[in-house]
């Protein structure tokens, strides 16, 4: 299984502008400088993240603003937010199967409950989790580094 980039750069997004909120404007320039992203891809993230109700844009001399506190977003928020598979299952099976062998005939209707389960799992243990945690341990970090 892989998610993509995009959860973990939509989290780094919202810590750091939280983070600089009130320090310096916040622009998808200045994310993408910071997570090292190309600024069109920040700017597709901020989309879905606005979307989702996280953030709110101001052009000019707006910059970005936290629409919802940290504390009130989990990962499993985020990650419905910015990953386009989460309509579907995180497990794929391949297309076709071969009906005549026992296994392509059978695998399928064996397999898809365990990852049902699977997913259930991770999902729960997603929402467990808030992007305030990551915020106050990157400000330790922060801290500490200095």
Request: positive net charge.
């Amino acid at each position: 299984m892989q998610i993509s980039t995009k959860f973990t750069t939509a989290m780094h997004v919202l810590i750091a502008v939280k983070f600089f909120s009130g320090k310096k404007k916040i622009t998808s320039d200045f994310l993408a400088g910071s997570t090292g992203s190309n600024p069109v891809i920040i700017r597709n993230i901020m989309g879905q993240l606005k979307a989702a109700g996280f953030i709110d844009i101001k052009r000019g001399p707006g910059g970005i603003k936290l629409q919802k506190e940290l504390d009130e977003i989990t990962f499993l928020d985020l990650y419905k937010a910015v990953e386009n598979n989460t309509e579907d299952n995180i497990f794929r099976f391949h297309e076709i199967s071969n009906p005549v062998c026992p296994i392509g005939k059978n695998i399928h209707k064996v397999l898809e409950s365990s990852l049902h389960d699977i997913q259930d799992k991770f999902e729960a243990e997603l929402d467990k989790h808030y992007i305030s945690e990551i915020y106050e341990k990157t400000v330790k970090a922060i801290k500490l580094a200095v």
